[in-house]
């Protein structure tokens, strides 16, 4: 080899024809890995969003009664013993 050979040797001609692969190093690896990982997380994160289900689809609607709203407030001791019969009859009367 010649001293201009020595003087112009390059990185392209050192490593002619073995890829990139070689010259990853631990940060090339690295940053692959933590690329894979982001591209995965996006991924499931997608799927779940839409395979989810939506909680207030399913959920149904369930109106008191009179009777039932008459019971809590029994239970919360709104009203007395007398006045919760008295407002039981005129309910189911």
Same mark, same amino acid.
Do not use: Q
């Given at each position: 080899?010649?001293?201009? *050979?020595?003087?112009? $040797?390059?990185?392209? $001609?050192? $490593?002619? /024809?073995? /890829?990139?692969?070689?010259?990853?190093g631990i940060w090339g690896w690295f940053w692959m890995f933590? /690329?894979?990982?982001?591209?995965?997380?996006?991924?499931?994160?997608?799927?779940?969003?839409?395979?989810?289900?939506?909680?207030? =689809?399913?959920? =149904?609607?369930?109106?008191? *009664?009179?009777?039932?709203?008459?019971?809590?407030?029994?239970?919360?001791?709104?009203? +007395?013993? =007398?006045?919760?019969?008295?407002? =039981?009859?005129?309910? +189911? /009367?």
């Open positions: 080899m010649d001293l201009t *050979g020595l003087l112009f $040797h390059t990185a392209e $001609h050192h $490593h002619e /024809g073995t /890829g990139w692969w070689p010259m990853m933590i /690329g894979i990982a982001v591209l995965l997380v996006i991924t499931i994160l997608l799927i779940y969003l839409l395979f989810k289900e939506d909680d207030n =689809k399913n959920t =149904k609607t369930v109106l008191k *009664g009179p009777e039932d709203i008459l019971k809590e407030r029994y239970a919360k001791g709104d009203i +007395s013993t =007398k006045e919760y019969r008295e407002m =039981k009859k005129e309910i +189911s /009367g």
